[in-house]
């Protein structure tokens, strides 16, 4: 949060990159005590979600700056790739994201159909939106970006 107000960078992910999820039983003891500790002191099964290099889970950003890297692409309609395509989308453009150190931790929680690649069409369309801005050079993913609506 001090490095976004202090104007050092666009993008801060407030973990070092891991991104542990934690189980049904230990999520609602987490959610029961509200202490940390809980997950960081004791020895819970936990498993990395992304491996140890995760750009998903959360994010802050500086507002004014992100605007001028697309802030969301609106492209992304379900669940996919939008955590990575962000995190390269900013690294194409010159601008890498920072990381604080510590863990961020997935509570447990029921998922719906939006939590996956349930519909086929649908998961190849994000995909592609994926590849196809990750295969950009900077000026053509300006020129593109510069087509997106939601960023006039």
């Not at 801060?12 to 039983?25: H, I, L, N, T």
């Not at 819970?44 to 969301?72: D, H, R």
């Amino acid at each position: 949060y001090a490095r976004i107000l202090q104007s050092q960078t666009t993008m801060v992910y407030p973990y070092d990159g891991r991104f542990w999820g934690v189980d049904d039983f230990f999520s609602s003891i987490f959610c029961k005590y509200k202490k940390i500790t809980i997950l960081t002191n004791v020895d819970i099964p936990k498993y990395l979600m992304a491996g140890y290099y995760s750009v998903g889970g959360a994010f802050l950003v500086n507002v004014q700056s992100y605007k001028t890297f697309g802030w969301e692409n609106e492209y992304f309609t379900g669940w996919g790739p939008e955590d990575l395509e962000r995190y390269h989308r900013l690294e194409i453009l010159g601008e890498k994201p920072e990381r604080i150190s510590g863990s961020l931790y997935h509570l447990y929680h029921t998922r719906g159909v939006n939590s996956g690649d349930f519909d086929e069409k649908l998961a190849l369309e994000t995909k592609k939106e994926y590849i196809h801005v990750c295969g950009m050079l900077p000026d053509e993913l300006r020129e593109y970006m510069n087509t997106w609506d939601w960023i006039k």
